[in-house]
């Protein structure tokens, strides 16, 4: 959606004031947090910014075709005159980058959640927005910078990868526009599914083999559980998990999808998906988490039995299940 | 593709004068094929003619929301003049109903398949075309029919579900602007990826679990099994498999996923898939089946062991893997 002309021009004030720029997206980031995070990079390097791209997490490799994605750095040191985050939904979500050295600039929030907490001066927030790096092409457009290749397709990941290929509940006509309109830019739609859909190793494959087995579904709502002797068994790291939920929300007999995954340092990653018409936002945000209606999360200390417990009889509660 | 205009003209010569015409799609039809015969159903019928739909196979019941899938007909007794066959890649695919009274009647055969026999009198054949839906789409626009919301919903089902999603390697610019021409017609994307993809039953991912666990993968070939005794312990269908090869394909090890499901009389399905590059579609016609570079599949007698031993050599030898 087009942001009303006073937003507008608060960020064009911003970022003409602004020479040194700091780009903070959030920690486990996913397609649209880097996409957006270096869309956006281009733009400002066009306009003649000096732009630094950070994040607390490394970038996954297979993101690694994005341009400008090894110039990410993990630390928020450094001298900037304007902070911008990018997908992030709270403050938390910046992890260590967001110093407090930093707490003094101006600080632009630009994200799709509609669980953000709107911590920024300025605050471009659009749940109507599929993905951050739909509103970041419709801050470019707005502004009638032109889009490159190199922007376009770091923008175009973002709307495949949040969308799963267009087939999220939230795809719309102007959805599909957004991406007509990137790929006339020169953005490889082809390239971007597959290098970020579907691309999963076999030992990946094995596990998921094994959560289907442990699969149990109770009154609309199915879960499974991806445990660390599973994934040792397999040698997988936690991000293995990432995808089971959505592909298990497909199940007819599920109105509520929960996967369960035991982290490393010992805490419980809680991934829920939702039928349309339910929402499972509300659930993740009251348990310290947060999230889009359909899909959600959140992370919990205390072993997997007790999340567990804690989880689904909060989902039960609040969704009526 | 815009056909060539002397195609155009004898397909419009063969229209203008028939009235009563036989739709025919394939056996165990698929989006596209229902999709296509449906979407031409409600163009012709806008037309004055007298259409009936013909499939030897029954439609598939979450295809139920397609406008006008409940007048599918098993058979092709009837008084017609003209015959259509949609995304039938040869005269077989029609199964029964194609029967000899038809034999006399002037055919015209729509496909993408690039492995097509061209078995028609007139034969408009376009493999660029992602899926039958989209030539479809074509005539319509070169003919300047309007595109009423039903028809858009019979064609964007294709274009969905043979692309996946708009995921597979064959997807351009061109399928996307169509795509977006079928949803400004009022094809409701979300319904028709929420009724089509990823729907399955919990038994289905339990069978996928036992399949997953099965996989082996060799010089980059990915193969695994669903057999008869598998099936019967979950309950499910043969059509349980649908899918599992194209899924797999995302299997970063793997240039080649090859799925054996033992069908219910006996014979060995095999659905194959292969990276961008690689053409599976003639091994598949070298053992008498059929399909896409990038997917192909075909039916082979005898015991499942003999069915991979023939079909994995078969891919070594054809890919030099």
Chains 1, 2 share one sequence.
């Not at 700091?22 to 947090?33: E, F, K, Q, S, Y």
């Not at 400002?44 to 791209?53: A, D, S």
């Amino acid at each position: 959606m087009k942001p009303p002309t006073h937003l507008l021009d608060r960020i064009q004030e911003l970022l003409r004031r602004a020479q040194r720029i700091l780009l903070i997206t959030h920690i486990a980031p996913d397609g649209d947090a880097i996409g957006s995070t270096l869309g956006l990079r281009s733009l400002l390097l066009r306009q003649g910014k000096n732009v630094t791209c950070a994040c607390e997490d490394a970038i996954p490799p297979y993101f690694r075709y994005l341009p400008g994605s090894e110039t990410f750095v993990q630390t928020g040191d450094g001298s900037y005159d304007l902070v911008i985050s990018l997908d992030c939904s709270d403050r938390q979500r910046m992890g260590n980058i967001y110093n407090p050295a930093l707490h003094t600039l101006p600080l632009l929030n630009i994200d799709h959640h509609v669980t953000n907490t709107h911590f920024g001066q300025v605050n471009w927030v659009d749940p109507d927005s599929v993905a951050t790096c739909q509103i970041v092409l419709t801050l470019a457009e707005s502004l009638n910078w032109p889009l490159s290749r190199q922007t376009a397709t770091c923008l175009l990941t973002g709307l495949v990868t949040d969308t799963r290929a267009f087939r999220t509940a939230n795809v719309t006509l102007e959805t599909m526009q957004a991406a007509v309109r990137l790929m006339e830019a020169g953005a490889p739609l082809t390239e971007i599914t597959r290098q970020t859909l579907d691309r999963r190793s076999l030992d990946t494959i094995y596990l998921w083999g094994q959560a289907f087995e442990r699969i149990q579904c109770e009154g609309g709502i199915l879960w499974t559980e991806v445990t660390q002797d599973m994934r040792r068994r397999r040698s997988v790291r936690e991000e293995a998990s990432v995808g089971l939920s959505s592909f298990l929300a497909g199940v007819r007999e599920a109105q509520v999808v929960v996967v369960f995954t035991e982290r490393d340092d010992g805490t419980v990653d809680v991934s829920m998906r939702a039928a349309p018409g339910l929402d499972v936002a509300q659930v993740a945000l009251r348990l310290g988490g947060g999230g889009h209606p359909q899909a959600a999360g959140c992370t919990l200390d205390g072993n997997l039995k007790e999340a567990k417990t804690r989880v689904l009889s909060e989902l039960r509660r609040s969704l009526d299940l």
